[in-house]
């Protein structure tokens, strides 16, 4: 990395520049937190525990001061923190490494940031070993590499960073929304779609026939769902055993759907007989009122499916299939209700024939559709857009750190003076800290 450094800065092992701290626990009396590398989550860190001494877990044998820098050992692992004044007090497990600043001459939170860099983590995870659990040794960690720049210089890079991440935090929080209001925006085209406000203007000067109240049962040629039992699987058959699972945005995912071979298929196609525009409809657990409709794009003179399933084949001269879809995602609240059960509840079919739909007539009926799918391509148009902005975003992070880590987020200054001056200020003051412990004297860093 020395050649891709800027003036004035420098090259050496993390553990040349910082303190890594040893193990081990002075006797304390009452209580003091503890954190393992579990306790930190979704970038907050939580307590696992509060112990004396006598009883603390033994892997707790770490004690920190304020500005210490910890971070977990084990490989893939993006787990670090700074040790502020809520956590000074504590106890942290053996699982992290623990480093501390000689005598205020590097930025713990400069440290931090780099342990967050991917520069950081390729070393590291490249370094780790193990059989059981993958992890960083201290002997490995001494060859992990680290920039440093001038004091004054690390100080900038800290402030800019603290600002552009904050800047970051605040888009995407506000990013976030975006998936809940278009969720939000979905729902209440399906409410206006199956209520006759999304038409509303439309049917003005229109002779048309008034909305009609109907039970599912009446506008279907049949309900029922699929097999009350299992198939034996078979491998490449060509003949599918679909399951909720494999229904996925509206329409059957093939990728993981399960094979059966001709003789079960047949047995259980008999009573499904799934057709096109066949209206699938998840009758149990935790995906009840899921639906799927039945489109070319599925093989679905191969297909039949799992007990789980409820299969409604509508009466198309009445209702067109993609409206009585829109009527049940417009009504999944409703179906909830209607179910039977609590630990599993269960769309009884008896219940599902009885459910009132309110139907315009066919010709309002495809204008809704009309208008359902052209909202809806809009929508996918906007998320598609976020998915792309949002990933984006989430790289931002990492070509920040990067900039950072080769002084180009900042202005170098003459005024700073020459890393090569710290480092030399920090080997002397390790020298003198090393001799003072030969001699048995308490040494503050």
């Given at each position: 990395?020395?050649?891709?450094?800027?003036?004035?800065?420098?090259?050496?092992y993390?553990?040349?520049?910082?303190e890594?701290v040893?193990?081990?626990?002075?006797?304390?009396?009452?209580?003091k937190?503890?954190?393992?590398?579990g306790?930190?989550k979704?970038?907050?860190?939580?307590?696992?525990g509060?112990?004396d001494?006598?009883?603390?877990?033994?892997?707790?044998n770490r004690?920190v001061?304020?500005?210490?820098i910890?971070q977990?050992?084990?490989?893939y692992?993006?787990?670090?923190?700074?040790?502020?004044?809520s956590?000074?007090?504590?106890l942290?497990?053996?699982?992290?490494?623990q480093?501390?600043?000689?005598?205020?001459?590097?930025?713990?939170?400069?440290?931090?940031?780099?342990?967050?860099s991917?520069?950081?983590?390729s070393q590291?995870?490249?370094?780790?070993?193990?059989?059981?659990?993958?992890?960083?040794?201290?002997?490995?960690?001494?060859?992990?590499?680290?920039?440093?720049?001038?004091?004054a210089?690390?100080?900038?890079?800290v402030?800019?960073?603290?600002?552009?991440?904050?800047?970051?935090?605040?888009?995407?929080?506000?990013?976030?929304?975006?998936p809940?209001?278009l969720?939000?925006?979905?729902?209440q085209?399906?409410?206006?779609?199956?209520?006759?406000?999304l038409?509303?203007?439309?049917?003005?000067?229109?002779e048309?026939e008034e909305?009609?109240?109907y039970?599912l049962?009446?506008i279907?040629?049949?309900i029922t769902?699929?097999?009350?039992?299992?198939?034996?699987?078979?491998?490449?058959?060509?003949?599918?055993?679909?399951?909720v699972?494999?229904?996925?945005?509206?329409?059957?995912?093939f990728?993981s759907?399960r094979?059966?071979?001709?003789?079960?298929?047949?047995?259980?196609?008999?009573?499904?007989?799934?057709s096109?525009n066949d209206?699938?409809?998840?009758?149990?657990?935790?995906?009840?009122?899921?639906t799927?409709?039945?489109?070319?794009?599925?093989?679905?003179?191969?297909?039949?499916?799992?007990?789980?399933?409820?299969i409604?084949?509508?009466?198309e001269?009445?209702?067109?299939?993609?409206?009585?879809?829109?009527?049940?995602?417009?009504?999944?609240d409703?179906?909830?209700?209607i179910?039977t059960?609590?630990?599993?509840?269960?769309l009884l079919?008896?219940v599902?024939?009885?459910?009132i739909?309110?139907?315009?007539?066919?010709?309002?009926q495809?204008?809704?559709?009309?208008?359902?799918?052209?909202?809806?391509?809009?929508?996918?148009?906007?998320e598609?857009?976020?998915?792309t902005?949002?990933?984006?975003?989430?790289s931002?992070?990492?070509?920040?750190?990067?900039?950072?880590l080769?002084?180009?987020?900042t202005?170098?200054?003459?005024?700073?003076g020459d890393?090569?001056e710290l480092?030399?200020?920090?080997?002397?003051?390790?020298?003198?800290?090393?001799?003072?412990?030969?001699?048995?004297?308490?040494?503050?860093?």
């Amino acid at each position: 990395m020395e050649k891709e450094l800027p003036k004035n800065w420098v090259s050496d092992y993390l553990y040349n520049v910082l303190e890594p701290v040893k193990t081990g626990v002075k006797i304390y009396d009452g209580i003091k937190s503890y954190y393992s590398t579990g306790s930190i989550k979704d970038n907050g860190i939580f307590e696992e525990g509060i112990y004396d001494y006598y009883t603390k877990p033994s892997r707790a044998n770490r004690e920190v001061e304020i500005g210490d820098i910890l971070q977990a050992r084990m490989s893939y692992t993006d787990k670090a923190l700074l040790v502020n004044e809520s956590l000074k007090d504590s106890l942290f497990s053996t699982g992290f490494i623990q480093l501390r600043p000689f005598n205020k001459t590097i930025n713990s939170k400069y440290v931090l940031y780099f342990l967050k860099s991917d520069f950081f983590h390729s070393q590291k995870d490249e370094l780790a070993s193990g059989t059981t659990q993958v992890a960083i040794n201290d002997l490995n960690a001494k060859k992990i590499e680290f920039p440093l720049p001038p004091l004054a210089e690390q100080n900038r890079i800290v402030d800019k960073l603290d600002i552009l991440f904050a800047q970051l935090e605040t888009i995407k929080t506000s990013m976030a929304k975006v998936p809940l209001l278009l969720k939000d925006f979905r729902q209440q085209v399906l409410t206006q779609a199956v209520t006759g406000k999304l038409t509303e203007e439309w049917r003005k000067g229109k002779e048309l026939e008034e909305w009609k109240e109907y039970t599912l049962e009446s506008i279907s040629t049949k309900i029922t769902d699929g097999k009350h039992g299992d198939c034996k699987d078979e491998a490449n058959s060509g003949y599918y055993f679909l399951s909720v699972k494999n229904m996925k945005n509206g329409s059957i995912d093939f990728s993981s759907a399960r094979q059966i071979n001709f003789f079960e298929f047949s047995e259980v196609h008999k009573r499904t007989n799934l057709s096109l525009n066949d209206l699938l409809i998840s009758s149990t657990g935790a995906t009840i009122g899921k639906t799927a409709l039945v489109d070319k794009r599925i093989e679905f003179t191969k297909s039949t499916l799992q007990k789980s399933i409820a299969i409604v084949k509508p009466i198309e001269k009445i209702i067109n299939p993609f409206f009585l879809k829109c009527f049940f995602d417009a009504k999944i609240d409703y179906i909830k209700e209607i179910s039977t059960g609590t630990a599993q509840p269960n769309l009884l079919l008896s219940v599902l024939r009885k459910v009132i739909i309110n139907l315009p007539s066919l010709k309002e009926q495809q204008e809704i559709v009309y208008r359902v799918e052209s909202l809806f391509a809009k929508a996918d148009a906007i998320e598609k857009q976020y998915e792309t902005l949002k990933a984006k975003i989430d790289s931002l992070p990492q070509a920040i750190l990067h900039k950072a880590l080769k002084g180009e987020l900042t202005e170098q200054l003459d005024s700073d003076g020459d890393a090569k001056e710290l480092l030399q200020q920090i080997q002397s003051l390790r020298a003198e800290q090393s001799n003072l412990k030969k001699k048995g004297k308490k040494v503050k860093v």
